[in-house]
């Protein structure tokens, strides 16, 4: 069907349903990978819907440290391009006409969600939503509630458990649409040259870059879609005789934005652990965290606690083992207990892969699950496996891993502390050998 559009909608016909059902939804989900046309295309309505009629728009990312990191600049060339009658600001778009106001914001400063300037918005447009975290997706939408706006979500996902595509996934008022380079008509030569060769040297990359497919399917990850999928259907004979075997673990707040996270892990059979309880908290006053992981613990009754004890953590785990006898202090650098790894967490993150893998272990978590998916393995030059680094993790998915980290350590105890107690030592090697074991 040939459709007759103002040279500025010019977009690929496969887009063309945003805008004529524009009206019927309350959500866009646009995805795809490079240079499919999205971030363009939604730019150019937005400001001929900006020509038209009186409307406030926001452009928003998830951190935007200066505007450069903002779509300004794709309006501004829109805006030359077809000479638009908008008055250019630093930080916003005027149109002379109408009195439309289009300006750029980021969700997330210093550690916590600012939806300072949101209220009262007509279109919501979030770029580069796959660096969305739940939290401030929960933050985000419900403060856009005026009558009959919209929020437009532009993406190329890392992972499958990505937080927007959840929240827009089978949802009757989102329109979704994934589009590739091979849609857009306007593409020129060099680009499909580029994404040829891509597709030659890497096929995952082609497969994430080009054609979008979420990140997890690339061989750079710890764990594959298959191993997660399986663990989450995972169908098992309880026996009730091993249920008294069971690990809290507690992944520590290292900083404001990070969440404390407690789990605890019950054996369901001879080979089978069930992630069976997941409870957080965020608090800066470490007696009341003292006190909280102490009233888990009595109400969970756990053969043993393994718990962050890096950094901040360690001042805690030092006053828990006090009260706590069978209080494990996990240090993510302590030396590694396999041949295979760098060091203790990198131990726990491939314990917890071999327990999926063989079908052992339950996850129940969703944001661990959601997690666990965006972990990368690293091989170092002298063949050990390393985990990906918390700080560039939290650079790239705008989260720290708690839950994943928290799974993590229960996994480490339970394939590796069975058979040992814990003794504090001023060079931190906690663990030694006992001649008992801690579960039966």
Known sequence: MNYSVP??????PKLYPFIF??????????????????????????LYIAQNRLVRICCGREIQNSINESVRTVFVDLIEKYNLSYDIKRDSLINKKTGSKIFFKGFREQGSVNIKGLEGIDILWIDE?????????????????????????????????????????????CLHINICYFDNPFVDSKIINEAQVCKNTNINDYNHIWLGYPLANNNEFLLSSDMIDKSISLEYEADSSYFINSVMSV????????LCVAKLFVQQNQTVWLEKYTTTWQESDTDITKGKIISLYSDWQPKILIMDADGLGYPIWISIQKVIQNAIGFRGAHKPSSKFALNSRADGYLALRDYLDKGYLKLTDKNAIRQLEYIKKIYK???????????????????SPDFADCSMMALYAINYCS??????????DCFVESDFDIFD
């Open 7 to 12: 040279e500025i909608l010019n977009i690929p």
């Open 21 to 46: 059902h524009f009206n019927n939804y309350s959500y866009f989900l646009l995805e795809g990978g490079r240079a499919s046309g999205k971030t363009q295309s939604v730019a150019r309505f937005l």
């Open 129 to 173: 939503a796959q660096a969305i975290t739940k939290t401030t997706l929960d933050v985000i939408v419900p403060t856009i509630r005026k009558k009959n706006s919209v929020v437009i979500f532009t993406m190329n996902r890392y992972t499958r458990f990505d937080s927007v595509y959840n929240f827009c996934a089978k949802r009757k008022d």
């Open 251 to 258: 992944d520590l707040s290292a900083c404001g934005a990070d």
């Open 381 to 399: 030059p002298n063949g050990l496996i390393a985990i990906q680094d918390k700080k560039e993790i939290r650079k790239l998915h705008n989260e």
């Open 419 to 428: 058979n040992v107690i814990i003794r504090s030592s001023q060079n931190y």
